[in-house]
Structure formats: structure tokens, C-alpha cells
């Protein structure tokens, strides 16, 4: 951006430097060697200065190892006045520089990207580990803070998924236990096993259906176990 230097200190060489968190220092030389601190006056100076973002793998020393930029008081004009010919070398330098980090830059926001996309993808799939995996690819490249809600989220759900598949297979386990009980027409253990299972998934019908199956079949048995009995006893009494 542009930037005024209401008053330019005289009397020595002088650095005007431009710093952000982040972003890449540049600094500018001011030249007053040729005013005595007698001379002293306002001596407005528009600077115009960009700085950019840091970019991972780029090395911008050069940029920080020397001015950008240099102006110098001249006599003749009364004035500070820009080195332009400077200012052009160091230009063409910096765009070389530039040019690498937008480079870089594309380069690291595709991975990042790429890896957000594989995450998003995991979880459509319900593959939340895989997700947490990727979501943690792209804060190693760049910190987001809806990617890292995003991760917390998958690292929720994938607890989830693990217990809920604890809790199915612990009902299948007893589902299938229930099921051979019940072919060997033992009811009462297939009741208990039934029983289990609708322990485990309350939300289950299958399980309660059985089990009133179960009880009429008992029932069943019982009063044909009577009727047997009783037929018995009236063969004796005669």
C-alpha cells in the first residue's frame, strides 16, 4: 500500500520497515546524511510499498537482507528523492520471488484441498477414521478452524461407530445363539438368548417377536404335555 512519512528524520541513514505477522518484511533506506540537524524540517515522503504472505519452502531472506527500496536527500531539488533505478533491480528480484511463492503456494493449497476432499469423501462413506486422517493432512499444511471442527466431528462419530459396532455384534452373536437353540427346539434357551438381544437393541422387533413365538410354542407344549398326562392317568384308573 501507500504510505505518507509526515516528517523524515534528518542527519543519518535511516530504515523505514514494514512488518505484519505472517507476511514477508520489506524495508525501505532514507538517506538525510546531506541535511545538518540544524536544517532540520518536515520532509514529507510517499512510500509505496506491498508486502505478502509467507509461503512454507520459500526462501524470502533476500528480501529481508537488504532495502527494498532507497531514497536520498538530494541538494539540488531540496528534497528526498527516489533511486529509481534501484528500485527497478530490486523489482525484477522480488517478482522472481513472488512468482516462486504464488507457485508454492498453489502447490500447498492444492494438497490441502486435495486432502479436505478426501476427508469429505470418507465421510459420505461413514469411513470417519479414514476422514480423521485426511483432516489431519490439511491442518498440517495450513490451519482452519472448520477443518478442525470438522476433524473433532469425525473423531466423535468414528467413537460412535465403534460402539455401535460393538453393540452389533454382540447382537448378532446373540441372535445366532438364539436361532440354533431354537432349531434344536430347545425354547427356553433360545427364550433366554432372545432375550438378550432385545437387551442389547431395545429398538429391535425381531427379537420380541421370537420371544412371543417362543412363549406360544411352550405354551403349546405344556398343554399337549397335559393332555398326555391326563390320558396316562385315565389308562391307569380304569
Do not use: H
Not at 515522503?45 to 520459500?58: A, K, Q, R, S, W
Not at 460393538?166 to 427346539?185: G, I, R
Not at 432375550?195 to 427379537?207: N, R, V, Y
Amino acid at each position: 500500500g501507500k504510505y505518507k512519512l509526515k516528517k523524515t528524520p534528518v542527519g543519518g541513514l535511516f530504515t523505514v520497515k514494514f512488518t505484519k505477522a505472517g507476511y514477508v518484511s520489506k524495508y525501505a533506506e532514507l538517506d538525510t546524511r546531506g541535511i545538518a540537524p540544524e536544517d532540520a524540517r518536515d520532509l514529507p515522503l510517499e512510500v509505496n510499498c506491498d508486502i505478502f504472505e509467507e509461503v512454507p519452502g520459500v526462501d524470502f531472506s533476500v528480501l529481508d537482507s537488504k532495502p527494498v527500496a532507497k531514497a536520498k536527500y538530494n541538494k539540488d531539488i531540496d528534497n528526498m528523492e527516489w533511486d529509481m533505478s534501484y528500485i527497478e533491480k530490486t523489482k525484477k528480484e522480488e517478482d522472481k520471488i513472488i512468482t516462486k511463492a504464488e507457485e508454492a503456494k498453489a502447490a500447498t493449497d492444492k494438497k490441502f484441498n486435495d486432502a479436505v476432499a478426501a476427508a469429505n469423501t470418507a465421510i459420505s462413506k461413514s469411513d470417519y477414521k479414514t476422514a480423521v486422517t485426511k483432516y489431519e493432512e490439511a491442518l498440517a499444511i495450513k490451519k482452519d478452524p472448520e477443518i478442525e471442527k470438522k476433524k473433532n466431528e469425525a473423531i466423535e462419530k468414528e467413537k460412535t461407530a465403534a460402539a455401535n459396532a460393538e453393540v452389533d455384534k454382540k447382537y448378532n452373536e446373540e441372535m445366532a445363539e438364539a436361532k440354533k437353540l431354537y432349531d434344536a427346539k430347545d425354547y427356553q434357551g433360545a427364550k433366554t438368548k432372545y432375550q438378550a438381544a432385545s437387551i442389547t437393541k431395545p429398538a429391535e422387533t425381531i427379537p420380541k417377536d421370537k420371544i412371543k413365538e417362543i412363549d406360544l410354542l411352550i405354551a403349546k407344549q405344556l398343554e399337549e404335555e397335559t393332555k398326555y398326562n391326563k390320558y396316562l392317568d385315565d389308562g391307569k384308573n380304569k
